[in-house]
């Protein structure tokens, strides 16, 4: 019989397998711009980006709003009411053509819908494996993008199905833009639909496959594990009252052996010499301990330190995360909100932007595992410092390699993967610098920098650099990366406590 925890997994996976197709919007929306369009000739391909980015904000301020309703009642509860929200709003999103309605409608409920449902399937996860929280932080996450992998091709097919190139026009203000024509627009609400109907199937067998946690009795385990008194560890009935004596340990602050102990075991050499398979049965507890300690070390670096959501406010790690995400996030979001309408620009084919998409979403997801395992056996600012030259290489180098089909392939692509690092890493940080029991409500306001990223990216994107060289917008990513990058090089995982 299949394993209940691992059946649980599967379930979460599944859930984020199904929000995660938020990340379709980059994908879908020059449809959605060209049907609206048939009705108001004056949108534009640019400014129907902030869909994605207001997505992905209300998805972050989400987060509180999951927190209520496990405050209250479970984390499963908080996935039926997101799952919900989130098949409903694609439904009724099926009979909108209007641009306002499109922002609501899709942008800020889709977004909450996902919000709400993305930390309760992930908590849900982790406590089925707590000593692996960085893996299991990135198979889920990272199915998370793993939908939009196959659901892109799935929308375009269901759209575009013959790759009909879109065409240009003058819009308002003489500027001239490409809207896909008018038999292709009007598949649009078929496409929601079907997306609808095919979300509710799989979000009905997560649903049925996860099982539900009480959050309050875990956070009462591991508090009254963390205030625990030292306790013998049980020996064998078989052992001397001495092996008991020299076993005793606690489980949670584990000792490793000093000079006091080496001494000790020296000048009661001789009397163990009769005993050599005791002396070699404590020299493997010893050994076990130590690798033990180092484990729990590894997984939770400040085990003494309890302190609550405003003092967290007043760290220095918080700040130095919290600012650099919304500076470095930008990039990814960019890469992953307007990859097709800048391909547009280029005059490249759908099919090829939709492969594109389609790529990134798919190696942004299964990357996830791998830079959760790269976190486990490092730390945050190794693994946080590779990201930020990545892509400070990508950004800095992009306006001259864009204009080549391969290149301009593999740019985006490692974009995307950087963008799947950033989220990655904020769930298994919070709890290994500010401990289970806190860390799962600092990871909540951590996304929201997130979120304000992606705002950031859009009010560049559209108002800032409409004068300027295209170019000059990825110098000034390049830029926001860089000064991440300067702050994370004194970043410190040890909380200092006054």
Same mark, same amino acid.
């Given at each position: 019989m299949v394993n209940r925890k691992i059946l649980t997994v599967l379930g979460c996976v599944l859930t984020h397998f199904t929000i995660g197709t938020i990340y379709c919007t980059g994908n879908?929306?020059?449809?959605?711009?060209?049907?609206?369009?048939?009705?108001?000739?004056?949108?534009?391909?640019?400014?129907?980006?902030?869909?994605?980015?207001?997505?992905?904000?209300?998805?972050?301020?989400?987060?509180?709003?999951?927190?209520?309703?496990?405050?209250?009642?479970t984390p499963k509860k908080s996935i039926y009411a997101g799952a919900v929200l989130?098949?409903?709003? =694609?439904?009724?999103?099926? $009979?909108?053509?209007?641009?306002?309605?499109?922002? #609501?409608?899709? !942008? +800020?409920?889709?977004?909450?819908?996902?919000?709400?449902?993305?930390?309760?399937?992930?908590?849900?996860?982790?406590?089925?494996?707590?000593?692996?929280?960085?893996?299991?932080?990135?198979? =889920?996450?990272?199915?998370? $993008?793993?939908?939009?992998?196959?659901?892109?091709? #799935?929308?375009? !097919? +269901?759209?575009?199905?013959?790759?009909?190139?879109?065409?240009?026009?003058?819009?308002?203000?003489?500027?001239?833009?490409?809207?896909?024509?008018?038999?292709?627009?009007?598949?649009?609400?078929?496409?929601?639909?079907?997306?609808?109907?095919?979300y509710t199937v799989q979000l009905t067998i997560a649903l049925f496959l996860i099982q539900d946690i009480d959050v309050k009795a875990v956070n009462a385990a591991a508090a009254a594990a963390a205030a625990k008194p030292q306790e013998p560890i049980t020996v064998k009935d078989n052992d001397s009252p001495k092996n008991k004596k020299r076993t005793t340990a606690d489980s949670n602050n584990l000792k490793i052996m000093g000079k006091d102990d080496e001494d000790a075991d020296s000048q009661s050499e001789n009397s163990d010499q009769q005993e050599p398979n005791e002396n070699s049965d404590l020299e493997v507890q010893d050994q076990e301990k130590k690798t033990e300690y180092k484990r729990i070390q590894t997984l939770i670096i400040n085990p003494d330190v309890n302190l609550t959501v405003t003092q967290v406010f007043m760290t220095r790690q918080f700040h130095q995360i919290f600012w650099c995400f919304i500076l470095s996030g930008t990039a990814g979001l960019f890469a992953v909100a307007s990859f097709k309408t800048i391909g547009i620009k280029y005059?490249?084919?759908?099919?090829?932007?939709?492969?594109?998409?389609?790529?990134?979403?798919?190696?942004?997801?299964?990357?996830?595992?791998?830079?959760?395992?790269?976190?486990?056996?490092?730390?945050?600012?190794?693994?946080?410092?590779?990201?930020?030259?990545?892509?400070?290489?990508?950004?800095?180098?992009?306006?001259?390699?864009?204009?080549?089909?391969?290149?301009?392939?593999?740019?985006?692509?490692?974009?995307f993967v950087c963008s799947g690092g950033h989220f990655t890493l904020l769930a298994p940080t919070a709890v290994r610098i500010y401990s289970r029991i806190t860390g799962g409500k600092v990871y909540s306001y951590f996304i929201i920098a997130m979120g304000l990223a992606s705002m950031c990216v859009y009010f560049i994107q559209v108002y800032a650099t409409v004068k300027l060289e295209p170019s000059v917008f990825f110098y000034i990513l390049t830029g926001l990366s860089f000064c991440s990058l300067v702050s994370t090089i004194f970043f410190s995982e040890v909380l200092k406590v006054q």
């Open positions: 879908i929306m020059p449809y959605v711009t060209s049907y609206i369009f048939l009705k108001d000739e004056s949108v534009t391909m640019a400014s129907m980006t902030i869909v994605f980015y207001i997505c992905i904000l209300t998805y972050a301020l989400s987060f509180q709003i999951n927190n209520l309703i496990q405050s209250r009642y989130y098949v409903i709003v =694609v439904f009724v999103t099926a $009979a909108c053509q209007n641009r306002i309605a499109i922002i #609501i409608i899709y !942008g +800020i409920l889709l977004g909450c819908g996902s919000g709400i449902a993305y930390p309760a399937a992930l908590m849900i996860a982790i406590s089925c494996y707590p000593d692996r929280k960085g893996l299991i932080t990135g198979i =889920v996450v990272g199915s998370f $993008a793993v939908g939009a992998f196959c659901f892109n091709f #799935i929308a375009t !097919g +269901i759209v575009n199905p013959e790759n009909v190139k879109p065409y240009s026009r003058v819009v308002s203000g003489g500027k001239t833009e490409k809207f896909f024509e008018e038999s292709i627009a009007k598949n649009v609400p078929k496409m929601f639909l079907i997306l609808a109907a095919i005059g490249y084919d759908d099919a090829f932007l939709t492969l594109t998409g389609s790529l990134g979403s798919i190696l942004n997801g299964t990357m996830r595992p791998l830079w959760g395992m790269l976190f486990d056996k490092t730390s945050f600012r190794f693994v946080y410092l590779v990201i930020l030259i990545t892509q400070i290489i990508m950004c800095v180098t992009f306006p001259e390699v864009s204009k080549f089909k391969p290149a301009f392939l593999i740019w985006l692509v490692i974009l």
